[in-house]
Nanobody, 127 residues
Framework: QVQLVESGGGFVQAGASLRLSCAAS????????MGWFRQAPGKEREFVAA????????AVGDSVKGRFAISRDNAKNTVYLQMNSLHPEDTAVYYC????????????????????WGQGIQVTVSS
């Protein structure tokens, strides 16, 4: 089992930056591939970013490419999502996800590939 708790969300104006954090517990963090997804009202959950167990491989979704970045600190059991140049379209509930994996360099971009989910945190960007 892996427990995930997101923090760092809030209400910001367009152009601002936020950093989301996701603290993991319950299982050795280094066995987990981590991801971020988001869901806006009336829309399906969308892939945002993913990072491999070691942090050496990452991916971001097309809608956030060049603005968002994912990173992890295995010593702190935490994954981060740095969000820059926020747009009103980035308004959503952001979810942290984890998948226990045997592969050091693999990451996953599909919702169904993840085993554990946080409760989600609201990010609201005003125009």
């Amino acid at each position: 089992q892996v427990q995930l708790v997101e923090s760092g969300g809030g209400f910001v104006q367009a152009g601002a930056s936020l950093r989301l954090s996701c603290a993991a517990s319950g299982r050795t963090f280094t066995t987990c591939v981590m991801g971020w997804f988001r869901q806006a009202p009336g829309k399906e959950r969308e892939f945002v970013a993913a990072i491999s167990r070691t942090g050496g491989s990452t991916a971001v979704g097309d809608s956030v490419k060049g603005r968002f970045a994912i990173s992890r600190d295995n010593a702190k059991n935490t994954v981060y999502l740095q969000m820059n140049s926020l747009h009103p379209e980035d308004t959503a509930v952001y979810y942290c996800a984890a998948k226990i994996s045997s592969y050091y360099t693999q990451y996953y971009t599909r919702e169904y590939e993840y085993d554990y989910w946080g409760q989600g945190i609201q990010v609201t960007v005003s125009s």
